[in-house]
């Protein structure tokens, strides 16, 4: 069974542009998560997603966002980018909600911004 | 709300010594534990996680944690270090569907060195 995938592995933007980032769960799994990982502040929770609604949300501001479709694949977009939106994002699938679930990670999009 | 906590940023240990990386939590309900390991410019990858079955539990790679409410531990063990351990891990609380779903508080990490 494939892995979670994302979608680049690595990108440079500049500031005030905006990105998207890409994930794709594993196969039969529902819920989709995303973290956003960097030296200082560590492994946050950004969003999750099931059944394409948000479910739970993180303390970020609003340029950050995200959407699952129909297939359980995920974007998530980062709107005017800051220095500090330099990170590792990643993702993880899930089967369910019921937090017993295991979650698989993706290897990550490394962002960084200029 | 819950929070994780690790001791010790940086642990060394010698090939063939036991591993022990500890985790403490916080959680107004009883919680989901889980041990996850990142290695160089990966994702994380799941070595255990403890949902109530029983307090012993078994991973991968040879480890395995014990849950102690009393202590309110999860500490990560394995009897004998293997260059290949040598990664950082992480330790993550979550609460279920009553609490948040599948969102996972992390631990600020312990990276493992393994000697000679």
């Known amino acids: 069974k494939a892995g979670v995938t994302q979608t680049p592995r690595y990108l440079i933007k500049t500031r005030g542009q905006q990105v998207t980032l890409s994930c794709s769960p594993i196969s039969g799994h529902r819920s989709v998560s995303w973290y956003q990982q960097t030296p200082g502040q560590g492994l946050q929770f950004l969003f999750e997603y099931f059944s394409e609604t948000q479910r739970n949300k993180g303390n970020f501001p609003g340029r950050f966002s995200g959407r699952q479709f129909s297939n359980s694949r995920s974007e998530m977009n980062v709107s005017t980018l800051e220095l500090g939106d330099s990170a590792l994002y990643l993702c993880?699938?899930?089967?369910?909600?019921?937090?017993?679930?295991?979650?698989?990670f993706g290897p990550g999009t490394r962002l960084t911004v200029t | 709300a819950q929070s994780v906590t690790q001791l010790g940023s940086h642990v060394s240990v010698s090939e063939g010594a036991l591993v022990l990386l500890r985790c403490n939590y916080s959680s107004s309900v009883p919680p989901y534990l889980f041990w996850y390991v990142q290695y160089p410019n990966q994702g994380l990858q799941l070595l255990l996680k403890?949902?109530?079955?029983?307090?012993l539990v078994k991973g991968i790679n040879g480890f395995e944690a014990e849950f102690k409410k009393s202590e309110t531990s999860f500490h990560l063990t394995k009897p004998s270090a293997h260059m290949s351990d040598a990664a950082e891990y992480f330790c993550?609380?979550?609460?279920?569907?009553?609490?948040?779903?599948?969102?996972?508080?992390f631990g600020t990490g312990t990276q493992l060195k393994v000697e000679l």
């Open positions: 993880a699938s899930s089967l369910g909600l019921a937090g017993d679930y295991e979650q698989y």
């Open positions: 403890y949902t109530s079955a029983a307090t």
């Open positions: 993550a609380v979550t609460l279920g569907v009553t609490g948040g779903g599948n969102k996972l508080t």
